[in-house]
């Protein structure tokens, strides 16, 4: 038994084996290629979805910036009305004041007292003007803020005129036209 020869057996069985480890090694790498391509092609197609997407919520957020532009845009409008009726509001409220204060001067002013000038300058109204003696003007001015829609009142200079006949106090006077929307002074009676 000595003399049997177990080389040739042994190179083939080696030669079995490395053929059984390349078919194996094949199939392997075939086997990883077709996993390497499956998992890149759904990548791709995860990708690609989410791509779509992507569109999808731009075209809706372009279509909602056009939305909010116009909304913007009814806005503006908007305030711009407000501020037309605002202004409307405040014309109609304050289009009688003058027609009124010529109605009440007569009553808010003291006997002994003389208007020279009056000037109106929105709410405010400055007057200039001649009295027989300072308590007069006060007078005048607690009338102006008891008539209820006039107020407010300050002097703003007041001083003896010796050059006339008579001698009378120059004075300068400001009030405000308080509340337009229910200026409507009580009847004389």
Same mark, same amino acid.
């Given at each position: 038994? @000595? %003399? ?9 069985? +080696? ?7 390349? #078919?194996?090694? $094949? ?7 077709? *996993?390497?391509?499956? &998992? ?10 989410? %791509?779509?997407? !992507? ?7 372009? #279509? ?6 116009? #909304? %913007?845009?009814? =806005?503006?409008? =908007? +305030?711009?009305? &407000?501020?037309?009726? +605002? ?19 007569? &009553? ?10 009056? /000037?109106?300058?929105? @709410?405010?109204?400055?007057? &200039? ?5 300072? /308590?007069?003007?006060? @007078?005048?001015?607690?009338? *102006?803020?008891?008539? $209820? ?7 703003? @200079?007041?001083?003896? /005129?010796?050059?006339?006949?008579? +001698? ?7 009030? /405000?036209?308080? %509340?337009?929307?229910?200026? !409507?002074?009580?009847? =004389?009676?």
């Amino acid at each position: 038994m @000595s %003399n049997i020869n177990l080389l040739p057996w042994r190179e083939s069985a +080696k030669e079995r084996q490395k053929q059984a480890f390349f #078919i194996l090694l $094949g199939i392997t790498c075939a086997i990883a290629a077709a *996993i390497v391509f499956a &998992v890149n092609q759904y990548f791709n197609h995860q990708i690609s979805a989410q %791509n779509q997407r !992507n569109q999808f919520l731009q075209h809706e957020i372009a #279509i909602l910036d056009t939305q909010i532009g116009q #909304i %913007n845009e009814i =806005k503006a409008q =908007k +305030k711009s009305l &407000v501020n037309r009726m +605002k202004l409307i509001d405040t014309l109609q409220q304050s289009r009688n004041v003058s027609v009124k204060l010529f109605n009440d001067l007569p &009553v808010v002013i003291a006997n002994g007292v003389y208007l020279q000038s009056m /000037n109106v300058n929105q @709410s405010q109204i400055d007057v &200039v003007g001649k009295a027989e003696a300072y /308590n007069r003007v006060a @007078s005048t001015m607690r009338l *102006i803020d008891a008539s $209820g829609w006039l107020g407010q009142t300050a002097i703003n @200079s007041i001083f003896a /005129n010796d050059s006339a006949l008579m +001698k009378l106090s120059e004075f300068s006077m400001r009030f /405000n036209v308080l %509340n337009n929307s229910n200026s !409507n002074p009580a009847p =004389k009676q």
